[in-house]
């Protein structure tokens, strides 16, 4: 096949075909012996077949948060070869709760739950082929990150057609963290890229139950919630009270009926 040819010695020698074949095909091999003593001709005639190189497709470095669930299974492409490969990994480099799965017909994907934070690691996967006798390695970093969690957020307070601007602070290791709000009062909206609330609040006073969701980069999330409100009707923002008057319960204290503080 494409640039392979024949040395070898003399008589008993043995001969050798040797090069690099160029292009993948089957070829079919025959080879003539000519021994000019005895005016004798001996042909042998082989298949032979070049496979394409093995080659192994890295998914690019990798980064989960711990005890979120990956997505959707990895996939580790293969191309080349016979086609009747198998995937190893080396040593115990996938990070737990992880494992690979599959077979050469339906491909290899990893798969599962990352179960412990840990640094950048080295995953190392090795692909062997024996039928083309070629084997293929590769490797990339997988990172597993701690879950998102929201400061606390104070009890808030204000009155009927107040602007209004709260800051939501996110710890938020496994990057970009997107914010997302339900049960604010009409008017106030949260960014969902800074986390800050603001808007105007409208005319009617009433008690909120609002809850605060911070959303990594893996679909982790992180809430805060509360729902406290006098039984005067008051105006809260997120989960601090004020009667309808204007005076603020602290903590988890009540106002009474009246609208004072107790």
Not at 125 to 141: E, G, H, K, Y
Not at 150 to 167: E, F, H, K, M, S
Not at 175 to 197: E, F, K, N, Q, W
């Amino acid at each position: 096949p494409g640039t392979t040819s024949a040395t070898g010695g003399t008589n008993s020698s043995q001969y050798k075909l040797r090069g690099t074949p160029p292009v993948p095909g089957t070829y079919r091999v025959t080879v003539t012996l000519n021994d000019s003593t005895v005016k004798r001709t001996t042909t042998v005639a082989f298949t032979w077949t070049v496979y394409p190189k093995l080659v192994a497709a890295s998914p690019r470095n990798q980064a989960s948060t711990v005890n979120q669930a990956l997505a959707a299974p990895l996939p580790v492409p293969v191309t080349g070869g016979s086609g009747a490969y198998t995937m190893t990994v080396t040593g115990n480099s996938l990070p737990a709760g992880l494992s690979l799965v599959g077979d050469s017909t339906a491909g290899y994907t990893i798969t599962g739950t990352p179960t412990v934070v840990a640094g950048a690691k080295t995953v190392t996967l090795q692909v062997s082929d024996p039928l083309s006798n070629q084997t293929a390695t590769v490797s990339f970093s997988w990172t597993v990150y701690a879950r998102p969690a929201i400061n606390q957020v104070t009890d808030q307070t204000t009155g009927t057609q107040r602007p209004a601007n709260l800051q939501v602070v996110a710890t938020c290791a496994n990057s970009p963290c997107s914010y997302s709000a339900t049960g604010l009062p009409p008017g106030l909206s949260i960014d969902p890229i800074s986390g800050v609330i603001s808007g105007t609040t409208g005319t009617t006073t009433g008690s909120y139950s609002a809850r605060v969701t911070a959303t990594d980069a893996a679909g982790a999330s992180a809430g805060r919630e509360d729902e406290r409100a006098d039984a005067a009707g008051c105006e809260v923002e997120s989960d601090e009270r004020a009667d309808a008057a204007g005076c603020e319960a602290e903590s988890d204290e009540r106002a009474d009926a009246a609208g004072c503080e107790v």
